[in-house]
């Protein structure tokens, strides 16, 4: 199986590992960083509470993207997420989530607060 190195973490691994990519030239190629090491540098470093009005859902991420689009893969209905919350600390974002589940998830509440 072909391999690669991969320029962050210089661990080797299978060219799964490596998202493709296409030159301008429109020559394919592999990225230089491995799929895990990519997923991290676009973390922000900021917990997110978010909240998803036709699910009455409340929950927290440090990757939001990721988690709406893991929601939506799971059948969950994502429109009109709101962003209720967001803090460098997760201690912080953790207490607000629960605070929000506690008193504020219930429909209709949120929205028109955070609105
Ligand atoms: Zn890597």
Redesign the pocket.
């Known amino acids: 199986m072909e391999t690669k190195i991969?320029?962050?973490?210089?661990?080797e691994?299978t060219l799964k590992?490596f998202a493709k990519n296409r030159t301008s030239t429109k020559k394919q190629y592999h990225r230089a960083?491995?799929?895990?090491?990519?997923n991290?540098n676009q973390k922000t470093g900021l917990y997110y509470v978010y909240y998803l009005p036709n699910e009455n859902y409340c929950g927290i991420t440090d990757y939001l993207t990721r988690r709406l689009s893991k929601h939506k893969k799971e059948g969950k209905n994502i429109e009109n997420h709101h962003v209720l919350y967001i803090s460098r600390d997760k201690k912080q974002a953790a207490y607000h989530e629960a605070l929000y589940q506690s008193t504020l998830c219930m429909e209709g509440l949120a929205l028109t607060m955070y609105n």
């Open positions: 991969c320029n962050q973490c210089n661990k691994k590992s960083k491995c799929n895990t090491c990519r991290k």
